[in-house]
């Protein structure tokens, strides 16, 4: 979870006292998400490090999940080509 979190911190803001309070906030919305969903996104890793996350709300009635982040704070670990579209157009990871 530490990943998840971290990966929306600015490394020269970790010790900014309104960051270290959203760091908190975030936890405790985390923690809620995945009690009540199970699981809430993945993270995207290169050479052990995480470079980015897709979030979402799974909408277990329809099936299908709900994007509702999708991050990727250094501008270097765009367009990795990580990713790719499947045949009904959605996107895997």
């Given at each position: 979870m530490d990943d998840f979190i971290n990966l929306y911190i600015p490394l020269e803001r970790r010790?900014?006292?309104l960051f270290?309070?959203?760091k908190k906030l975030k936890r405790e919305y985390?923690?809620?998400?995945?009690?009540?969903?199970?699981?809430?996104?993945?993270i995207a890793?290169?050479?052990?490090?995480?470079?980015?996350?897709?979030?979402?709300i799974p909408?277990?009635?329809?099936?299908?999940?709900?994007?509702?982040?999708?991050?990727?704070?250094?501008?270097e670990n765009t367009r990795k080509e990580k990713g790719k579209f499947s045949e009904r157009g959605k996107r895997s990871f």
């Open positions: 010790d900014s006292p270290i309070k959203g985390t923690l809620e998400a995945i009690k009540k969903y199970g699981t809430i996104g993945k890793y290169i050479n052990s490090k995480p470079i980015g996350l897709i979030q979402y909408k277990i009635e329809e099936k299908i999940v709900e994007i509702t982040c999708i991050f990727i704070p250094e501008k």
